[in-house]
T-cell receptor, first 115, second 112 residues
Framework: GAVVSQHPSRVICKSGTSVKIECRSLDFQATTMFWYRQFPKQSLMLMAT?????????EQGVEKDKFLINHASLTLSTLTVTSAHPEDSSFYIC???????????FGDGTRLSIL | QKEVEQNSGPLSVPEGAIASLNCTYS??????FFWYRQYSGKSPELIMS????GDKEDGRFTAQLNKASQYVSLLIRDSQPSDSATYLCAVIGAGNTGKLIFGQGTTLQVKP
């Protein structure tokens, strides 16, 4: 079946650090990838839709200059949390779809902790 | 009104019983519906997808969709302790943007 790999699985760093998270589709081409954030005991909230070769589409309230998304190839999208602060601590999860269809296949998530 | 609503639970059932999880959605034009299972600290895992009215069965899982009433449910037969998790209902709204809208999730506890 489809596999989506997300790296790293956990990051602990100091406030002000920028953190890059990678999302790879391992056995299919993903024209569309999605980035979610999940706070404790809450559901997944979509942050942005990442389209290969074009700018990401951000959801309302998500700062595009703080959460930089690059989808440079059909198998890789990256999310960079710039100048991270403690309030950015969360569980970040990516998903990918074949040819923009459904269903979405999720990566294992990245737990980000900003001290 | 939230776009996708679920009872947060916890729903507690004894081992071997049927667990019934419910979800309602507000966008009448929604076409695609999904159930994901999420264990604590893990990412969601797709359990079922359903696109047309009626029942869809896969092993111990049955998804039911009623578009007229705008609800989708998931039945888990012969519940096992390993089924204990949070179950997320997700919907793709009208417009087919591909974006999933998640409910809050229902926590299921299966007691041995």
């Amino acid at each position: 079946g489809a596999v989506v790999s997300q790296h790293p699985s956990r990051v602990i760093c100091k406030s002000g650090t920028s953190v890059k998270i990678e999302c790879r589709s391992l056995d299919f081409q993903a024209t569309t990838m999605f980035w979610y954030r999940q706070f404790p005991k809450q559901s997944l909230m979509l942050m942005a839709t990442s389209n290969e070769g074009s700018k990401a589409t951000y959801e309302q309230g998500v700062e595009k200059d703080k959460f930089l998304i690059n989808h440079a190839s059909l198998t890789l999208s990256t999310l960079t949390v710039t100048s991270a602060h403690p309030e950015d601590s969360s569980f970040y999860i990516c998903s990918a779809t074949r040819n923009g269809g459904q269903p979405q296949h999720f990566g294992d998530g990245t737990r980000l902790s900003i001290l | 009104q939230k776009e996708v609503e679920q009872n947060s639970g916890p729903l507690s059932v004894p081992e071997g019983a049927i667990a019934s999880l419910n979800c309602t959605y507000s966008d009448r034009g929604s076409q695609s519906f999904f159930w994901y299972r999420q264990y604590s600290g893990k990412s969601p895992e797709l359990i079922m997808s359903i696109y047309s009215n009626g029942d869809k069965e896969d092993g111990r899982f049955t998804a039911q969709l009623n578009k007229a009433s705008q609800y989708v449910s998931l039945l888990i037969r012969d519940s096992q302790p390993s089924d204990s998790a949070t179950y997320l209902c997700a919907v793709i709204g009208a417009g087919n943007t591909g974006k999933l809208i998640f409910g809050q999730g229902t926590t299921l506890q299966v007691k041995p």
